[in-house]
T-cell receptor, first 112, second 114 residues
Framework: QKEVEQNSGPLSVPEGAIASLNCTYSDRGSQSFFWYRQYSGKSPELIMSIYSNGDKEDGRFTAQLNKASQYVSLLIRDSQPSDSATYLCAVSRTGGGNKLTFGTGTQLKVEL | GAGVSQSPSNKVTEKGKDVELRCDPISGHTALYWYRQRLGQGLEFLIYFQGNSAPDKSGLPSDRFSAERTGESVSTLTIQRTQQEDSAVYLC????????????FGEGSWLTVV
């Protein structure tokens, strides 16, 4: 079992729709959760972090965390073509030195 | 500097040669990380530094890989006797400390071994 699992996609959504990206993790000691966006040929950029159960909203993005189910998700409202990218889920554990373990990413395509 | 700076941005090398990849973290960031990303794959952790020491080097794939950091600043990742499977982008990142701070990535060094 991979430490962090994501559906590789591609996930295709029409412009203006809600994109839902999911991630599960195996290490119950994980305490910090991140979503990075990576455009093709570019480095990852942080878009959301979440540390406690529940929802965290930032603009069009909402991160959801459920530690009991070891599940974290990212919702993108009013999806735009510029949101087309690979979304990487990453987790770190307390005492792990901020070391991030990444999933393989989900490719999102927002279609006109 | 304003961001994490890596060099070279692209490197093509012959199998069996040694390569050095350099990372200059954001000024004042004490934690520095190296990751590898093969084409179409996720990021693989290689090593991280807190200051000049490396508390976790568990991700280095073999003894051909080594890294050092001096002056709590620049880090060098060295790959000896390169193999074709070493072809990847090597991403460096830094954070203010190693405890729960946001990690910022550089643009990466794209390595191709032919």
């Amino acid at each position: 079992q991979k430490e962090v699992e994501q559906n590789s996609g591609p996930l295709s959504v029409p412009e203006g729709a809600i994109a839902s990206l999911n991630c599960t993790y195996s290490d119950r000691g994980s305490q910090s959760f991140f979503w990075y966006r990576q455009y093709s040929g570019k480095s990852p950029e942080l878009i959301m972090s979440i540390y406690s159960n529940g929802d965290k909203e930032d603009g069009r993005f909402t991160a959801q965390l459920n530690k009991a189910s070891q599940y974290v998700s990212l919702l993108i409202r009013d999806s735009q073509p510029s949101d087309s990218a690979t979304y990487l889920c990453a987790v770190s554990r307390t005492g792990g030195g901020n070391k991030l373990t990444f999933g393989t990413g989900t490719q999102l395509k927002v279609e006109l | 500097g304003a961001g994490v700076s890596q060099s070279p941005s692209n490197k093509v090398t012959e199998k069996g040669k040694d390569v050095e990849l350099r990372c200059d973290p954001i000024s004042g960031h004490t934690a520095l990380y190296w990751y590898r990303q093969r084409l179409g794959q996720g990021l693989e952790f290689l090593i991280y530094f807190q200051g000049n020491s490396a508390p976790d080097k568990s991700g280095l794939p073999s003894d051909r890989f080594s890294a050092e950091r001096t002056g709590e600043s620049v880090s060098t990742l060295t790959i000896q006797r390169t193999q074709q499977e070493d072809s990847a982008v090597y991403l460096c990142a830094s954070s203010l400390t190693s405890g729960g701070n946001t990690i910022y990535f550089g643009e990466g060094s794209w390595l191709t071994v032919v």
